[in-house]
């Protein structure tokens, strides 16, 4: 079906809110768009949502505008990375950077999808960062996903 070789990676690390997160996103040119494959360990296990809050998990998935995953504010961290990655100018939940959530499995994700929004030498140089909470793919401009837990930036291989 593709390459064995991937295009892009990001190699993703967890902050203050979750050192312990760890993992890997792989970006395969394949016909008509990319392969995304993500192998992530450390996530938090899911917690319900309670007194009107949001749930922790599944964990919102995207790319971000900049491929910068410079901590800042560690109460906040990852602001850097910028917003959703959006070139189309096309609201939340349709934006090219915009992934299926990750679900925790004991602190362990894995998961393949294919994209048509991009092709890999397109989100080179972005970041791909792992959220709190869920993503609504609602919300405008970029889900309700929370807190960015994680961050990584994505590099030609």
């Known amino acids: 079906m593709f390459s064995n070789r991937p295009s892009a990676i990001a190699n993703i690390r967890g902050g203050p809110l979750r050192p312990q997160i760890q993992g890997i996103v792989l970006f395969y040119d394949v016909p008509g768009g990319t ?25 919102g998935f995207h790319i971000h505008e900049s491929g910068n995953c410079t901590v800042g504010d560690p109460q906040d961290p990852f602001q850097a990375a910028g917003g959703h990655w959006n070139p189309t100018d096309q609201p939340h939940g349709n934006h090219a950077g915009d992934f299926p959530v990750l679900f925790s499995n004991d602190g362990y994700a894995k998961m393949c999808f294919f994209t048509n929004a991009f092709k890999p030498y397109q ?14 793919y609602r919300t405008q401009p970029a889900g309700d996903a929370g807190k960015r837990l994680a961050c990584g930036i994505i590099r030609t291989v």
């Open 35 to 59: 392969w995304v494959c993500a192998e992530i360990t450390g996530l938090p296990p899911y917690q319900p949502a309670t007194n009107g809050g949001n749930p922790t998990g599944p964990h």
């Open 123 to 136: 989100v080179t140089g972005r970041s791909v960062t792992i959220h709190q909470n869920p993503d609504d």
